[in-house]
């Protein structure tokens, strides 16, 4: 049973547009909502993380959405660059725990 | 600074045999995990260490096991292969404390043929 669900499971963009990734998870008990980034090859790498006590959280070209009333928060990439194609995981952690529980991932490509 | 080390970065074994993958980190931190990932499923916890001598079972914990002997190296063994064992592992690390951020290597791509 998939606890965090990741949507669209591939994404292609034009350069300089928005890359949009959607995640839905039930358990209320998640309390942190991290997003991981993933290059060929190479182990994830943490991108940027909210809890729910704020809705939004930007850095950089990333912000996370959070809406805790429908149990879904979402990554927006803006202008997005041609090596910002990767993977991205979405993922959950209950309270006082730091165990993981991953998205299946979105492969995004953004062509020049 | 090497970070999550992991060896070997590939592995082609034959159903029933066993290996150790290994796992080491230089970065001092209490927790360390292992994942599988496979095609379209995400990663799955296997098990975690919160700290030297203490470990816990994740969600797919069958087949595998661990140990903890000192903070840097948290190995995992595969005692009797079975072909629902082919995936990429990645082991990970993070700092005591609950939401810190988990620092992972690169990967053993294992094969069980």
């Known amino acids: 049973q998939q606890q965090v669900k990741q949507s669209p499971q591939s994404l292609i963009v034009q350069k300089g547009g928005i890359s949009i990734i959607n995640c839905a998870y039930e358990?209320?008990?998640?309390?942190?909502f991290p997003w991981y980034q993933q290059f060929p090859g190479k182990g994830p790498a943490l991108l940027i993380a909210?809890?729910?006590?704020?809705s939004e959280k930007k850095e950089g070209r990333f912000t996370i959405s959070f809406n805790k009333s429908a149990k879904q928060f979402s990554l927006h990439i803006m202008d997005s660059q041609p090596g910002d194609s990767a993977t991205y995981f979405c993922?959950?952690?209950?309270?006082?725990?730091?165990?993981?529980?991953f998205g299946t991932g979105t492969r995004l490509t953004v062509i020049p | 600074n090497a970070g999550v080390t992991q060896t070997p970065k590939f592995r082609i074994l034959k159903i029933g045999q066993s290996m150790t993958l290994q796992c080491t980190q230089d970065?001092?931190?209490?927790?360390m995990y292992w994942y599988r990932q496979d095609p379209g499923m995400g990663l799955k916890l296997i098990y975690y260490?919160?700290?030297?001598?203490?470990?816990d079972k994740g969600e797919v914990p069958n087949g595998y096991n661990v140990s903890r002997s000192t903070t840097e190296d948290f190995p995992l063994r595969l005692e009797l292969a079975a072909p629902s064992q082919t995936s990429v592992y990645f082991c990970?690390?993070?700092?005591?404390?609950?939401?810190?951020?988990?620092?992972f290597g690169d990967g053993t791509r294992l094969s069980i043929l």
């Open positions: 990970a690390s993070s700092p005591g404390g609950s939401h810190q951020p988990q620092h």
């Open positions: 358990n209320t008990a998640f309390d942190y």
């Open positions: 909210i809890r729910p006590d704020v």
């Open positions: 993922a959950a952690s209950p309270t006082g725990a730091n165990n993981l529980f």
């Open positions: 970065m001092n931190h209490n927790y």
């Open positions: 260490s919160v700290g030297a001598g203490i470990t």
